[in-house]
C-alpha cells in the first residue's frame, strides 16, 4: 500500500492504475468504511482512500478540534481492509495559499435539514472538498455510505451540474450489534448516552414498521418519533419525512420516502435515517 500526501505523488501513484474505485474519508476508519473499501475491491482494479479532516466544513470549531485523529492506526486499517493508496494530504496542499474558490450548490438540498442547522457553509465545505478529490483521483466510482443521505444528494447533484465523469455508488449503513450507524463520533458517547443512542434505529423501525401497517401521515409519524427520541433522553435536533432525491418535506406519503432525524446524546451529535416503504 502507498501513502501519498500530494496531487503530483498520488497521480504518479495511479499511472496505469486500471479501473479507480474511491473513498473519501476524514480518518477515525471503522467498520463502516471497510464495508465501502470492500465494496471498490470488488469492482475496480485500484482502490483510493483518502485521509482528509477537512476543515472547510465544520461550522463548529470545537467539533473541528473534538474530531478523532490517528493517522498510524487508519493506515493499519486500510492496508488490512485492500486499499492501494491512501491520499492522506495537509491543509496546505488541499487549500494553498490564495485558495479563493468555492463549490457551491444552491437550493433547497443545501439549504434544510444539515444545512439549517449546520449553516450552508457546512455543505459549501463538502462539495468544495469533493470535487478537488474527485478531481485529484479522477476515480471512476467513488463510495459514500446511506447514512450521510444529505451529503449524497449534495455531492450526486455536484456531479451531474458539473459533468464530473465519476459513477456515485451509496452502500447501506453499517450499524453495530444494538442497531446504532456507525460513526466516528459514537467513541465519544458514554455508557450512558450510548444507551440512549440506541433509541436512533429502534424508532426509525418503529417508524417504518408504521408505515408498512399503512399509516400514511407523515407529520403524525414524525410526531411520533420526536416523542418517542426525547422520552430515551436524546435532544432533537429535527426529525423529517422527505423525498429521497429533493429533499422535499412531506405532510403524507404518496411514494419512496426517507425519515430522516439528528439528535445529540450529551454534546456528541448523531444523525441517522431509513428508507420507508412505499404505498401499494
Known sequence: ???????????????????????????ALHEGHLALVRAARAENDTVVLSIFVNPTQFTDGSDLAAYPRDEER?????EGGGVDVVFAPDAAEMYPTGFATTVQVAGPITETLEGAHRGRAHFDGVATVVAKLLLAVAPHSAYFGAKDAQQVVVVRRMVRDLGIPVEIVVCPTAR???????????????????????????????????????????????????????????????????????????ARLSGNALAVVAVRAGDVRLIDNTMLPAPL
Open 74 to 78: 487508519d493506515l493499519a486499517l486500510a
Open 176 to 250: 453495530d450489534a444494538d442497531g446504532l450507524a456507525l460513526s466516528s463520533r459514537n467513541a465519544r458517547l458514554s455508557v450512558a448516552e450510548r444507551a440512549q443512542a440506541a433509541a436512533i434505529p429502534r424508532v426509525l423501525e418503529e417508524t417504518r414498521d408504521a408505515v408498512a401497517r399503512g399509516e400514511r401521515d407523515a407529520v403524525l409519524l414524525c410526531h411520533r418519533a420526536r416523542a418517542a427520541l426525547a422520552a430515551a433522553g436524546l435532544a432533537v435536533e429535527y426529525v423529517a419525512i422527505v423525498d429521497p432525491d429533493s429533499l422535499d418535506e412531506m
Open 1 to 27: 500500500m502507498k501513502v501519498v500526501r500530494t496531487v503530483a505523488a498520488l497521480r504518479d501513484a495511479l499511472a496505469g492504475a486500471g479501473r479507480i474505485g474511491f473513498v473519501p474519508t476524514m480518518g
